[in-house]
């Protein structure tokens, strides 16, 4: 019954390596989101889509690539890993857009990207 | 820029009660919002602000100043469980999250 599962929990890969990390929801939102949580704990946007279309792009490298096959789904794939790119990354998903009334996040487990 | 400022780390004693602080300079106001964040987990949703004043719901209240670009969160009667990270973000003109990074409450017996 879990609201926001993501997989998987830890990656460990080498730098230049390519890696998906996955997410789904069964909550019946239409909006997703991706957010990096970095070593300082900072929670960074990147990515939002609303009924799998993509409403917010922050400046992310184009090696981050989001997709959504449908609403309940937002994966991430990662071309050419690098050190920088080791952080926590967190899939949420909320019931509107940012700009509907107070729109509470629901947030993943979040998933340990290391890289090597 | 926009910033979010809050303490890195307080520490508190069971039973006791304790205000975390966040104060924010960012383009336009939304909404501010506290999640609690326990280490190695997700963050999950407190509260949430728009008007000046305070809303309460349990143990934990809010605050809101608007024209002082302020807010705290008070906990009451704190229990060990409640040791975690609190963030507090910021929802700016363009409706886009801003977040702090976060006070680390260490809750001690």
């Known amino acids: 019954d879990t609201a926001v599962s993501q997989t998987p929990k830890y990656l460990v890969t080498q730098m230049g390596n390519d890696k998906s990390i996955k997410c789904e929801q069964n909550?019946?939102?239409?909006?997703m989101y991706w957010y990096k949580q970095d070593s300082k704990k900072f929670l960074k946007i990147m990515f939002s889509?609303?009924?799998?279309?993509?409403?917010i792009n922050e400046t992310v490298p184009n090696r981050f690539s989001p997709k959504s096959p449908d609403k309940a789904h937002l994966n991430l794939h990662i071309n050419s890993l690098e050190l920088g790119d080791s952080a926590v990354y967190f899939c949420?998903?909320?019931?509107?857009?940012?700009?509907?009334?107070?729109?509470?996040?629901?947030f993943g487990a979040g998933s340990r990207l290391t890289v090597l | 820029g926009q910033n979010i400022d809050q303490p890195t780390e307080m520490t508190a004693t069971e039973g006791a009660i304790v205000q975390i602080n966040c104060t924010y300079q960012?383009?336009?106001?939304?909404?501010l919002f506290w999640y609690q964040q326990h280490a190695g987990e997700a963050p999950t949703f407190l509260s949430y602000?728009?008007l000046d004043g305070l809303e309460e719901k349990g143990r934990f209240s809010s605050f809101l100043s608007r024209s002082k670009g302020y807010s705290y969160l008070l906990l009451k009667e704190l229990q060990m469980k409640d040791s975690a990270s609190y963030l507090c973000?910021?929802?700016?003109?363009?409706?886009?999250?801003?977040w702090g990074a976060g006070t680390k409450l260490i809750i001690k017996p």
């Open positions: 949420a998903s909320s019931q509107g857009t940012s700009s509907s009334g107070a729109n509470v996040l629901t």
């Open positions: 909550l019946g939102h239409d909006t």
């Open positions: 889509y609303n009924n799998k279309e993509l409403i």
């Open positions: 960012t383009s336009g106001f939304n909404g």
């Open positions: 602000n728009v």
């Open positions: 973000a910021v929802r700016d003109s363009n409706y886009q999250l801003i």
